[in-house]
């Protein structure tokens, strides 16, 4: 067929011909040249010319189809491959080798969106020469070809470096130039409308990306999308399962736990009618609840106990006991530990103090008050405890019968019996609602184990071990008042070295407490000392030798000792109205020298004994002072010796208590 002479309608099927044997592109060339080698006119020529594009046309639409149907055998095959992968990783590794292999191109990835951040990173990738690898961060959360209107599901250039269409970054500049890459085909990888990615091809050289390749790349990310989506779904399945088989597992442990639990108590109790002591009990409940457990008396003394427990603060701790009583349910502390009280009708016997193991859960809490009743029943039994109990009643007995209408006023006066060390007496009264009991129980937790208490109406009385009841009261209000969330008005006398005393004490610290509420000073605590010259009223015995002291004790040491008249002065000065002149001149001294004496008052008295207050005790103790030492001078008159028939009315304090002060005066002259 490829002879001289050949008709037109040969050269025609010589076409045909090439096209059925799939012969490459030069053979239609030789057909044309065959023809004008023949000496065909030109119309046939043209003919020709023509059935040559025909053919070539009709040889890539054949190709073009035959290229597809393999594309989608090789997406068929990728979809079927997909179906069976059950992790993201290996799905998107299987989805970056056939998106090379289906386009025949150099470099393929995918990158994934970290929303925290706000970019993306590439998360498979095949093909890369070193710079892109798993995990490198994009800038961007579109990944690598991002078109600067942005927005579009698909973007491609045939030369990356020299597209002005193109979003610049440094870190996207870089990577091209690392592996080479001209041409780059980006697809959106969205489902549901949420963009979770990028599907990313590139090239080593320019190319331009025909329309069939950039459908075929994106049903492939239909297919990765698809499958990213289910492998999600089947991985949350997979989560819920393992969550739900955790939770009845859980919810076993728990059921077993609660059968446990629910067994200790009856458990507990048949141990100790059986004759088990404390270390009995301790031993059976870690070996139920596991842990650790601490019995411990009211003032945190140690009864019985297995394992180590953190060491609690005591405030939270306090606190933590008395919520529990009143709630009924175990307190937690910031350790870790739970404590419940151990409690027989208004007694505080002490607590139970628990650190929990980790797998620690609300049914073993609730094993705890039963714990702690039985540990309070056995405690009775075996009268652990006791002294304090009876260390209350006495304090009761040692305050007398309460006041109503069935007093008689006949009270025995108590024997006199000597403390082992020396006690302070505090009443404290809530300032706010609280029940009796709450109140009672509060100050069992307060005091501890080394004082006794007593209620009376709507104040307690606590005895507590010290010889300073002005602190021992503003402790008391202190970590009372935390404990009820309430102000506290207390008042604190003594300290008293019997217990014929502690009555006085107590009256005397009622009365502080009455003032406070007569000066409209409720939420404070004082002892008679803390209340100046009102403390001459409450305090029992009106202690005047005592309140000098206090008020004037260092200005009367230092005339005593240094034969000056700085207490005369101070007199003086405050009988002048404060004028150091208007002093001066009374006292015929310079007013330099009055100056000298008060700069000398300041440094003994301190800077405020000026203030109204301390003004007011200062002239107090002043006349105080100048009574007794006339008193003392009449009493020591030779006109009152023996035989005179008459004898002063004797001062009611005891001289030698105050240093006298009136050695070395020089005799005031008043002008």
Same mark, same amino acid.
């Given at each position: 067929?490829? +002879?001289?002479?050949?008709?037109?309608?040969?050269?025609?099927?010589?076409?045909?011909?090439?096209?059925?044997?799939?012969?490459?592109?030069?053979?239609?060339? @030789?057909?044309?040249?065959?023809?004008?080698?023949?000496?065909?006119?030109?119309?046939?020529?043209?003919?020709?010319?023509?059935?040559?594009?025909?053919?070539?046309?009709?040889?890539?639409?054949?190709?073009?189809?035959?290229?597809?149907?393999?594309?989608?055998?090789?997406?068929?095959?990728?979809?079927?491959?997909?179906?069976?992968?059950?992790?993201?990783?290996?799905?998107?590794?299987?989805?970056?080798? #056939?998106?090379?292999?289906?386009?025949?191109?150099?470099?393929?990835?995918?990158?994934?969106?970290?929303?925290?951040?706000?970019?993306?990173?590439?998360?498979?990738?095949?093909?890369?020469?070193?710079?892109?690898?798993? +995990?490198? #961060?994009?800038?961007?959360?579109?990944?690598?070809?991002?078109?600067?209107?942005?927005?579009?599901?698909?973007? =491609?250039?045939?030369?990356?470096?020299?597209? $002005?269409?193109?979003? #610049?970054?440094?870190?996207?500049?870089?990577?091209?130039?690392?592996?080479?890459?001209?041409?780059?085909?980006?697809?959106?990888?969205?489902?549901?409308?949420?963009?979770?990615?990028? *599907? !990313? &091809?590139? !090239?080593?050289?320019?190319?331009?990306?025909?329309?069939?390749?950039?459908?075929?790349?994106?049903?492939?990310?239909?297919?990765?999308?698809?499958? %990213?989506?289910?492998?999600?779904?089947?991985?949350?399945?997979?989560?819920?399962?393992?969550?739900?088989?955790?939770?009845?597992?859980?919810?076993?442990?728990?059921?077993? &736990?609660?059968?446990?639990?629910?067994?200790?108590?009856?458990?507990?109790?048949?141990? &100790?009618?059986?004759?088990?002591?404390?270390?009995?009990?301790?031993?059976?409940?870690?070996?139920?609840?596991?842990?650790?457990?601490?019995?411990?008396?009211?003032?945190?003394?140690?009864?019985?106990?297995?394992?180590?427990?953190?060491?609690?603060?005591?405030? $939270?701790?306090?606190?933590?006991?008395?919520?529990?009583?009143?709630?009924?349910?175990?307190?937690?502390?910031?350790?870790?530990?739970?404590?419940?009280?151990?409690?027989?009708?208004? @007694?505080?016997?002490?607590?139970?103090?628990?650190?929990? $193991?980790?797998?620690?859960?609300?049914?073993?809490?609730?094993?705890?008050?039963?714990?702690?009743?039985?540990?309070?029943?056995?405690?009775?039994?075996?009268?652990?405890?006791?002294?304090?109990?009876?260390?209350?009643?006495?304090?009761?007995? *040692?305050?007398?019968?309460?006041?109503?209408?069935?007093?008689?006023?006949?009270?025995?006066?108590?024997?006199?019996?000597?403390?082992?060390?020396?006690?302070?007496?505090?009443?404290?009264?809530?300032?706010?609602?609280?029940?009796?009991?709450?109140?009672?129980?509060?100050?069992?937790?307060?005091?501890?184990?080394?004082? %006794?208490?007593?209620?009376?109406?709507?104040?307690?009385? %606590?005895?507590?071990?010290?010889?300073?009841?002005?602190?021992?009261? #503003?402790?008391?209000?202190?970590?009372?008042?935390?404990?009820?969330?309430?102000?506290?008005?207390?008042?604190?006398?003594?300290?008293?070295?019997?217990?014929?005393?502690?009555?006085?004490?107590?009256?005397?610290?009622?009365?502080?407490?009455?003032?406070?509420?007569?000066?409209?000073?409720?939420?404070?605590?004082?002892?008679?000392?803390?209340?100046?010259?009102?403390?001459?009223?409450?305090?029992?015995?009106?202690?005047?030798?005592?309140?000098?002291?206090?008020?004037?004790?260092?200005?009367?040491?230092?005339?005593?000792?240094?034969?000056?008249?700085?207490?005369?002065?101070?007199?003086?000065?405050?009988?002048?109205?404060?004028?150091?002149?208007?002093?001066?001149? %009374?006292? !015929?001294?310079?007013?330099?020298?009055?100056?000298?004496?008060?700069?000398?008052?300041?440094? *003994?008295?301190?800077?405020? =004994?000026?203030?109204?207050?301390?003004?007011?005790?200062?002239?107090?103790?002043?006349?105080?002072?100048?009574?007794?030492?006339? *008193?003392?001078?009449?009493?020591?008159?030779?006109?009152?010796?023996?035989?005179?028939?008459?004898?002063?009315?004797?001062?009611?304090?005891?001289?030698?208590?105050?240093?006298?002060?009136?050695?070395?005066?020089?005799?005031?002259?008043?002008?």
């Amino acid at each position: 067929m490829t +002879g001289t002479g050949l008709s037109m309608a040969d050269h025609d099927l010589q076409f045909f011909e090439l096209l059925a044997r799939d012969a490459p592109v030069p053979r239609y060339e @030789d057909v044309v040249q065959q023809a004008q080698r023949d000496g065909v006119d030109r119309s046939t020529l043209n003919r020709i010319m023509m059935a040559k594009r025909l053919a070539l046309e009709l040889r890539e639409v054949v190709g073009r189809r035959d290229r597809r149907r393999v594309e989608l055998a090789a997406l068929v095959d990728t979809a079927r491959d997909l179906a069976g992968a059950s992790d993201l990783q290996a799905g998107l590794r299987l989805v970056v080798r #056939r998106a090379q292999l289906l386009l025949a191109l150099d470099v393929a990835f995918v990158s994934l969106v970290d929303d925290t951040v706000g970019d993306s990173y590439v998360a498979s990738a095949v093909g890369a020469a070193g710079t892109l690898t798993d +995990g490198f #961060r994009l800038p961007w959360r579109n990944g690598l070809v991002v078109p600067a209107e942005g927005g579009q599901p698909i973007s =491609w250039t045939a030369d990356y470096l020299t597209d $002005e269409c193109l979003e #610049r970054h440094p870190i996207t500049d870089s990577l091209i130039r690392g592996e080479g890459l001209c041409a780059v085909l980006s697809v959106a990888l969205t489902v549901d409308g949420r963009h979770l990615g990028d *599907l !990313h &091809v590139g !090239h080593r050289q320019i190319r331009h990306f025909t329309p069939d390749e950039v459908a075929s790349l994106r049903l492939l990310a239909d297919l990765a999308t698809t499958a %990213m989506d289910r492998i999600r779904v089947l991985s949350d399945t997979s989560a819920d399962l393992k969550q739900a088989q955790q939770e009845a597992a859980q919810a076993r442990a728990e059921l077993s &736990v609660v059968r446990e639990a629910g067994s200790l108590q009856p458990a507990l109790t048949q141990l &100790v009618l059986d004759g088990g002591g404390l270390d009995d009990i301790v031993t059976r409940t870690v070996r139920s609840l596991g842990g650790a457990l601490h019995i411990r008396d009211r003032a945190g003394d140690v009864l019985a106990a297995v394992g180590d427990l953190p060491t609690p603060d005591e405030r $939270e701790l306090a606190r933590a006991r008395l919520r529990a009583y009143t709630t009924n349910w175990p307190g937690r502390l910031t350790t870790g530990s739970w404590v419940f009280p151990l409690a027989a009708r208004t @007694d505080d016997l002490g607590y139970v103090l628990f650190h929990p $193991e980790e797998t620690f859960d609300h049914e073993r809490v609730a094993a705890l008050p039963g714990v702690a009743q039985t540990t309070a029943m056995l405690l009775l039994v075996q009268n652990i405890g006791a002294q304090d109990p009876s260390g209350d009643q006495l304090l009761e007995g *040692l305050l007398g019968p309460l006041p109503g209408p069935d007093a008689d006023g006949k009270q025995g006066q108590p024997i006199p019996v000597e403390l082992d060390r020396p006690h302070v007496v505090v009443v404290a009264r809530p300032e706010g609602v609280a029940s009796p009991q709450m109140i009672e129980r509060a100050v069992s937790v307060a005091h501890g184990l080394d004082g %006794m208490k007593a209620m009376r109406g709507d104040h307690a009385v %606590m005895s507590l071990p010290g010889e300073d009841p002005g602190a021992a009261a #503003r402790e008391v209000a202190r970590e009372l008042g935390g404990l009820l969330g309430l102000p506290v008005t207390a008042g604190g006398a003594g300290p008293v070295r019997t217990t014929d005393l502690v009555r006085r004490a107590y009256q005397e610290a009622l009365r502080c407490v009455g003032a406070l509420v007569a000066l409209d000073a409720t939420g404070r605590a004082v002892c008679s000392q803390d209340l100046g010259f009102l403390g001459l009223l409450v305090a029992d015995g009106h202690d005047v030798p005592g309140f000098i002291n206090r008020v004037l004790g260092p200005v009367l040491t230092y005339d005593a000792h240094r034969f000056t008249n700085l207490a005369e002065t101070l007199e003086v000065y405050f009988d002048s109205g404060g004028s150091r002149a208007r002093a001066a001149e %009374m006292l !015929h001294v310079h007013p330099n020298t009055v100056s000298r004496r008060l700069d000398r008052i300041t440094q *003994l008295l301190g800077r405020d =004994w000026q203030q109204p207050d301390r003004a007011m005790d200062t002239q107090l103790a002043l006349r105080l002072h100048r009574v007794r030492d006339l *008193l003392s001078q009449e009493w020591d008159d030779p006109r009152w010796g023996p035989g005179s028939g008459e004898k002063p009315i004797p001062s009611a304090w005891p001289t030698g208590t105050v240093p006298s002060a009136t050695a070395g005066h020089v005799p005031r002259k008043r002008g």
